[in-house]
């Protein structure tokens, strides 16, 4: 099934299956009707049973007629970048056991209306502890009624969204996927936390529509749906909070991203396509994307949160850095994980961010164009056989206007801890000081 098909299809599916589903109980009477009426009818052609027919035809062909409409249309409105959104990023602020645990709201350099939560303490504790997962499926049901008490427009919007990415050029990937979801935010004082199964269309309706609105078609458009007054915030004492992820009734699908370090000592990045939902045309991390909800359900026994987060940052690098995906399928790889960040923009979606160390040569890593690129106008490949030399590719980089948000908090981090775990660094990348 190509792009666009599935495209369609999920859509459709997710709409009947989460956000508005037919009744079971009134199709099912129409069918009974419909079926019972039938029955009679073939057993006795002059009886009254073809009003049984048709009443059950009229139950019926009223739900498939509405359905029909709605697989095959799209609404007269469009979605676009919510004008509120600047101020309220701007005054956002955070809770006091956020900031008690070192958290911070940071501008994204070069990137207009970017902020990130990230904490340097959280960081460290990431590299040196690990954290038990634990899944809670009874996560999702509030989010799913949440959607359901706006389905109708978020249907709109839903096919909107469709319609603008395979009219964009070049035409953007909308497809929905099961993915694992973050349900507690992240503290040192935890030992374990809670993953549940969501979608990317879960979070597409709540994490990506905060900062957009649906305005309708025509001479006088009129907005139907505001982004900003969703946005998972609320005021205090004169501040506007920014809610934990706990709270924030989001999807919440957990972002990954990896720079990969090659056995040749190389630093290899790419470019974001242009069909991508995020940070298009823009240089990415080696290895970036989101955990399938299958990176979870692969693990073996024991769950920790940084045997999720490397096997899905390895998948997306395998995915991402060659056409053919099964030539890196058996490529030793090992990776850590090198900190954490909410991406405001996004409804203080979390994300994690790493690194790789491949045992390929820099030159045998193609990108998949169906994913990344690798224009020639680009440099991509960045020396790294020694810490100094990792070291300053990184200052080179952080200096560039053309980093997505991922790509500049993974470097950010990692000079970071560049300074304060030089030996630690050196024998996992065995490179030289």
Known sequence: MNDRLQSWWDVNSFTICTLRPPSITLVGVSAAVL?????????????????????????????AFSLTIRWFTSPHASLKADDRSPQLLLSLRLTLDYEDQGYQIVAVPYRLNEYVVRS???????RCHDVTLQENQELLNPITEKLRRNSEILEDTLRCQYRQSWRADPPRRFVNEAKACL????????????????SYF???????????????????????????????????????LLKRVCESMMGNHIGISTVIHTNDGQLVLWRQSGAAQQSRDLLAPTGSGSCDWSDWTDLSDDRLLKDLISRAMEREFRE??????????????????????????????????????????????????????????????????????????????????????????????????????????????????
Request: proline share 4%; glycine share 8%; hydrophobic share 40%.
């Open 120 to 126: 340097s303490a959280v960081d460290s504790f990431l």
């Open 320 to 433: 991402e850095s060659h056409p053919l995906k099964s030539v890196l399928k058996d490529v030793a790889m090992r990776t850590a994980i090198l900190g954490f960040f909410r991406w405001v923009r996004r409804g203080g979606k979390p994300e994690f961010i790493g690194i790789s160390k491949v045992e390929v040569h820099s030159s045998k890593l193609e990108p998949n164009l169906q994913e990344v690129d690798a224009p020639e106008s680009l440099r991509l490949i960045y020396p790294a056989s020694t810490l100094d030399q990792l070291r300053n590719s990184v200052t080179t980089l952080l200096r560039s206007e053309l980093l997505s948000v991922p790509l500049w908090v993974n470097l950010t981090c990692l000079a970071e801890t560049l300074r304060t775990e030089r030996n630690q660094w050196a024998e996992f990348l065995e490179i030289g000081q």
């Open 183 to 198: 349900g507690q935010d992240l503290f040192p004082s935890q030992e374990a936390i809670w993953i549940y199964q969501g």
């Open 35 to 63: 079926i019972a009426g039938g029955v009679l009818w073939i057993g006795d052609l002059i009886s009254g049973a073809w009003v049984a027919v048709i009443v059950g035809l009229l139950g019926l062909g009223k739900d």
């Open 202 to 240: 879960h979070s597409f309706l709540t994490n990506e529509l905060v900062t957009r609105i649906l305005e309708s078609g025509g001479s006088r458009p009129m907005i139907l749906y505001r982004g900003s007054e969703h946005f998972p915030a609320y005021s205090e004492a004169n501040s506007l």
